[in-house]
């Protein structure tokens, strides 16, 4: 049997210098409490609330992943992305960006882009005090909102400035907005992209997302790769932004600043970005477990 944990999140305000968001401590105590199951894996739209620690049964060291989650509220294909990675060999933290906020929704982008990727930092921090974790083998993979943090994170500008230089050793981003195409005028949710990646990342993108339009994610990755910088990158078919909510067995259509955003489960695309995401994590988490990219046990 697994092994899950779950971390308690608080609300306190930290200092922060002028060249950074205002921070949020997740208040991650010291050794993780409240024994938890991972949701199963059947369609549900309802919000988790909490940070959630989960790590497979043994003494370790493990490697481990962050996963940031959307615009929205934890839900359950965040947990199922953790189920995935636990029966693979990881240590896995879901990080609750809005909770300690006291919100359900960052669709305003009440809470910046900055500040997910220092919640990211933060998490990557308390993972390396549990002697069950092996701190150099830390990797974040994050969704929408989350994989736009990640982006950033790959950054070593961004970091030098907004995260104390902390350095996850790879990235995997999700549907991530990257650069606004009209005006690039670098408001925080909109330029997150950047040319200096040296974090090895991955970013994988659906060629239906008519909400985070792909073409700019190819051309900063293929400009990047160009570069001999670490970046790769997978455009799947068919596919549209959220593609693995489950919940959206039929399409979703939404209208979004006066044009429709279509949303829809993709199963063979989830499947494909797992075996991504789980070779990638293999290569870059030098002493990984070996991967298993079939499904978990239900």
């Not at 990727?117 to 308390?126: L, N, T, Y």
């Not at 981003?173 to 090895?200: E, I, K, L, M």
Request: overall charge neutral.
């Amino acid at each position: 049997m697994n092994r899950a944990f779950s971390a308690c999140l608080a609300i306190l305000a930290l200092t922060c210098t002028a060249h950074c968001a205002a921070q949020v401590d997740l208040g991650f105590p010291k050794v993780p409490e409240h024994v938890v199951n991972v949701p199963p894996k059947v369609p549900g739209r309802g919000a988790e609330m909490g940070a959630r620690l989960y790590a497979p049964e043994g003494p370790g060291p493990f490697p481990a992943v962050v996963l940031s989650h959307t615009s929205g509220p934890l839900q359950q294909h965040m947990f199922q992305w953790a189920q995935r990675l636990l029966s693979a060999g990881y240590a896995v933290l879901v990080v609750d960006h809005l909770g300690p906020r006291n919100r359900n929704s960052n669709l305003d982008h009440g809470v910046s882009v900055t500040e997910y990727a220092q919640d990211d930092v933060a998490g990557m921090r308390h993972l390396r005090s549990l002697p069950f974790v092996d701190g150099k083998r830390i990797a974040q993979m994050g969704f929408s909102y989350g994989a736009m943090a990640g982006l950033r994170e790959a950054s070593a500008g961004f970091r030098a400035k907004n995260l104390d230089a902390e350095r996850f050793a790879a990235i995997v981003s999700v549907y991530p907005w990257c650069n606004q195409q009209v005006g690039r005028t670098r408001q925080d949710h909109q330029f997150n992209f950047y040319g200096d990646t040296d974090v090895p990342l991955l970013v994988v993108l659906g060629a239906d997302d008519d909400e985070a339009d792909p073409r700019s994610c190819v051309e900063q990755a293929q400009a990047n790769a160009a570069k001999g910088l670490p970046v790769e990158f997978t455009v799947l078919p068919g596919t549209t932004h959220a593609f693995d909510h489950t919940w959206m067995q039929s399409p979703v259509v939404t209208q979004q600043a006066g044009h429709s955003v279509t949303y829809r489960y993709n199963p063979e695309s989830v499947e494909a970005t797992w075996r991504l995401t789980v070779a990638f994590l293999a290569r870059h988490l030098a002493g990984g477990p070996t991967p298993r990219p079939g499904h978990p046990p239900a």
